[in-house]
């Protein structure tokens, strides 16, 4: 079947500090790979994609690269706010018709100052 | 920027009471999803649809709960008669499969609250 495995919060760092929450993930074929952010309160919001293998999405200083060989989609960032302080989910889309995005459990992200 | 539009944001319900959460998908879009997320846990998938019908739903999506296309732009959740654990934020998403685009776009959520 098809599956995320991310990294348990929670995540504490210092502003300016490097981050990296590791996702892995299981899936028949080739999905589809996305970080998914929710700030306090707030819905969920697409960070960065990726759609086939090799493939590097970034955004707002955010980047993960879709890695086939290990099966992995892990979210870095060099220098961190407070303002990034957020739970993120990472997620993939099997690709198929109508399949459903599968969320991984989310990692909660505390920036402090 | 087409988005995908939910309301109410926030809806306070008593036990037993039916409820119904409207979403508005993006106008071309052809998948349509309901996902929840019990406050502080894991969002979890609901029901698909597509093309007027469930595609898949999920365990947790039993006879309490129905969706519907009434009208060719919403797509809403009904609970028959809510429960307190029903209490979660209910996430509306939309995905058009044209061309290969398999990122489904998400409302800002409705919170419900069983009391």
């Known amino acids: 079947g098809n599956s995320v495995t991310q990294m348990e919060g929670p995540v504490t760092l210092s502003e300016e500090a490097f981050l990296t929450i590791n996702c892995t993930y299981t899936a028949t074929g080739y999905p589809s790979l996305f970080w998914y952010v929710q700030y306090p309160g707030e819905g969920l919001q697409l960070l960065l994609k990726?759609?086939?293998?090799?493939d590097k999405g970034s955004n707002k200083g955010f980047e993960a690269t879709y890695r086939k060989e290990t099966t992995s989609f892990h979210l870095e960032k060099g220098s961190v706010q407070v303002s990034d302080s957020a739970v993120y989910f990472c997620a993939l889309n099997p690709k198929t018709s109508y399949d459903k995005v599968i969320f991984g459990p989310g990692t909660s992200l505390s920036v402090i100052p | 920027e087409p988005e995908v539009t939910q309301t109410p944001s926030h809806q306070v319900t008593q036990m037993g009471q039916e409820v119904i959460l409207r979403c508005v998908p993006i106008s071309n879009h052809l998948y349509f999803y309901w996902y929840r997320q019990i406050l502080g846990q894991k969002v979890e998938f609901l029901v698909s649809f597509y093309n007027n019908e469930i595609s898949e739903k999920s365990e947790i999506f039993d006879d309490q709960f129905s969706v519907e296309r009434p009208d060719g732009s919403n797509f809403t959740l009904k609970i028959r008669s809510t429960k307190l654990e029903d209490s979660a934020m209910y996430f509306c998403a939309s995905r058009d499969d044209r061309g290969g685009n398999t990122e489904a776009f998400f409302g800002q959520g409705t919170r419900l609250t069983v009391v």
């Open positions: 990726a759609t086939k293998a090799d």
